[in-house]
């Protein structure tokens, strides 16, 4: 076989996965309005990737407050928890693993989408930075529209949040799931936390490292209290600074939070990496130094050749690798690796994010 590594088994705590390849978190907007509720549409979706070792799902709002774009799910109304088990049970009637990835933008958001003023670590703006609405073009394309300045989350906003998270995962599970990520990248509320420029506090969630960790640390403990840590991971993004995000300490930053994150015993940490043409390379030395710090699973998504991801896997420096556009279009995606066959294109640009059909969602055909 030629990737080996990539369709060995693998135990993920008490998990036991048929293969290496992860389907990637992918915002899809196909949640049905209102109320932001998965749907069966969407429960197609998921079940036709169940190929994958393991899924984990879009992005899903924990909270009202916490969502930035349209059309993306919920996990805390009972009619979502509802949608949800639509998507669980597809997924595992086919075999599948899934977790839920929960979510708060923080002030990656606008007034436009959800009704509210965003809020953030700081009253600071992201530069250069939107969101997405529908708003009827004739097209259906989404239309961008810049964020909001956010409002300075209090102390009590901070309690409540770390509950909606708490919440949130107590319903994924209710819901069926396998376990939860908590989405620390990309630019959203938790990595606003890690990151010096997003995060000018002065109390004990802003200034040094530690502070700047803890939100982190305390929306994890409480979801491992509540779930356990062999249903919960951690997304985090050291290399993306998209979305006003540069910060020259976030590498020490996030090795910081790794150790935590190793005490608490989650069962993974994911990086997000750079998924573009001229994105930056990530030190083999990173990857060495975070395997010392967390001891648990590692994995690592960004426009990953199969064979970038059996080098890694090879030299034990990651243990899943997850995949993205490539199951986006390609619902067989293992297989077509395994076999060495043509892989389907993404056919229409337009269906990426929003569409109320099978078009550009669960129309790519598997192999004869």
Avoid at 156 to 183: L, M, P, S, Y
Avoid at 240 to 253: Q, V, Y
Avoid at 323 to 349: C, H, W
């Amino acid at each position: 076989m030629k990737y080996p590594n990539l369709f060995n088994k693998y135990k993920m705590g008490n998990l036991e996965l048929s293969n290496r390849f992860l389907m990637a978190p992918m915002t899809r907007s196909r949640a049905t309005e209102p109320n932001d509720m998965p749907n069966e549409l969407m429960a197609e979706y998921y079940q036709q990737r169940t190929s994958a070792g393991i899924i984990i799902t879009e992005a899903t709002q924990i909270s009202q407050q916490g969502k930035g774009y349209a059309k993306t799910p919920g996990i805390y109304l009972e009619e979502q928890i509802n949608g949800w088990k639509l998507v669980t049970q597809a997924v595992h009637k086919k075999g599948g693993k899934i977790f839920l990835q929960l979510w708060h933008v923080g002030r990656v958001s606008s007034s436009k989408v959800n009704e509210l003023q965003p809020l953030g670590p700081s009253a600071i703006k992201a530069k250069d930075t939107q969101v997405y609405i529908f708003d009827g073009a004739p097209n259906g394309d989404a239309t961008f529209v810049p964020v909001d300045t956010p409002k300075e989350i209090t102390l009590e906003e901070i309690k409540e949040t770390i509950n909606d998270f708490k919440k949130a995962a107590k319903n994924a599970i209710e819901a069926g799931f396998d376990g939860v990520e908590i989405h620390g990248a990309n630019g959203y509320l938790i990595d606003q936390f890690l990151r010096s420029n997003s995060n000018q506090r002065t109390d004990n969630y802003g200034g040094s490292q530690e502070n700047r960790i803890r939100f982190l640390v305390e929306v994890t403990e409480a979801v491992v209290n509540e779930i356990g840590a062999d249903k919960t991971g951690v997304r985090l993004s050291p290399f993306i600074s998209f979305k006003d995000m540069e910060d020259p300490e976030i590498l020490d930053t996030i090795m910081l939070a790794a150790k935590s994150l190793d005490t608490i015993g989650v069962a993974y940490i994911h990086l997000c990496e750079a998924d573009w043409d001229d994105a930056p390379i990530i030190p083999k030395e990173f990857r060495e130094e975070l395997r010392e710090n967390f001891s648990n699973t590692i994995i690592a998504t960004g426009n990953k050749t199969p064979e970038e991801g059996e080098a890694l896997l090879e030299e034990n420096l990651v243990d899943l690798i997850g995949f993205g556009r490539n199951f986006l279009s390609n619902p067989d995606y293992p297989e077509r690796v395994k076999q060495g066959a043509a892989l389907n294109s993404i056919t229409d640009g337009h269906t990426l994010f929003g569409g109320g059909n099978a078009r550009g969602y669960t129309d790519y055909p598997f192999l004869k």
